[in-house]
């Protein structure tokens, strides 16, 4: 079946730093990759959509300036959390679909859990 | 929009018992598919079942199986001989087959199953 990888699992950070989370399909080309935060105890929060060869498209609230979404390839799409603050810390997941026609759900990453200290 | 509601926070049953999870989502839209997630505490989210909208015939899964009732926007999950682990937080989502073909998931359900 069709497999996400994330990396890393768990990052510690600095205040004012960046983190960059990878998101690899390892067996599938992916047309879309979705970024997630979730907080504690909540749901999903869609963060943004990014789209192969061109620039992602934010939901609304989403600092695109902190939260850079790069989809350079059909199999790797990464998101920086540029100056991390302590309020960024949150579990983040990815999840990809290879095609308009995969109707089959998304399959995703096992997600980051990110600290800023 | 789309908004998807689960009015469960929380349930609990016993091992082997059958347990029922509610969903309602609102759309004015006709084609769309709903789905229902697993998170176990590995927060790996896992695809229990689908359902096309255009289907009238329930989906099922081994021990999981949906009720979808179209005209009132309702899509509860059947979990049948519950499992240990089936103890996770269990999402339903919504996905409209035109656009971006975002996923919008409800606010979970905790299912915790005793032994």
């Known amino acids: 079946g069709a497999v996400v990888s994330q990396h890393p699992s768990w990052v510690i950070c600095k205040s004012g730093t960046s983190v960059k989370i990878e998101c690899r399909s390892l067996?599938?080309?992916?047309?879309?990759m979705f970024w997630y935060r979730q907080f504690p105890k909540q749901s999903l929060m869609l963060m943004a959509t990014?789209?192969?060869?061109?620039?992602?498209?934010?939901e609304q609230g989403v600092e695109k300036d902190k939260f850079l979404i790069n989809h350079a390839s059909l199999t790797l799409s990464t998101l920086t959390v540029t100056s991390a603050h302590p309020e960024d810390s949150s579990f983040y997941i990815c999840s990809a679909s290879a095609s308009r026609g995969d109707y089959y759900g998304y399959t995703f990453g096992s997600g980051t859990r990110l600290t800023v200290v | 929009a789309q908004t998807v509601t689960q009015s469960q926070p929380e349930m609990s049953v016993q091992e082997a018992e059958t347990v029922t999870l509610s969903c309602t989502y609102d759309?004015?839209?006709?084609?769309?598919?709903l789905f229902w997630y697993k998170q176990p505490p590995s927060r790996q989210m896992i695809l229990v079942i689908r359902?096309?909208?255009?289907?009238?015939q329930n989906a099922t899964e081994n021990r999981f199986s949906v009720n979808f009732q179209k005209a009132a926007k309702s899509f509860s999950l059947k979990i049948s001989d519950s499992q240990l682990g089936d103890t996770a937080m269990y999402f339903c989502a919504f996905m409209l087959i035109q656009g971006a073909q975002k996923l919008v998931f409800g606010q979970g359900t905790r299912l915790t199953i005793n032994p």
């Open positions: 067996d599938f080309q992916a047309t879309t």
């Open positions: 359902q096309e909208a255009y289907k009238q």
């Open positions: 759309t004015s839209e006709n084609n769309y598919y």
């Open positions: 990014s789209n192969e060869g061109s620039k992602a498209t934010y």
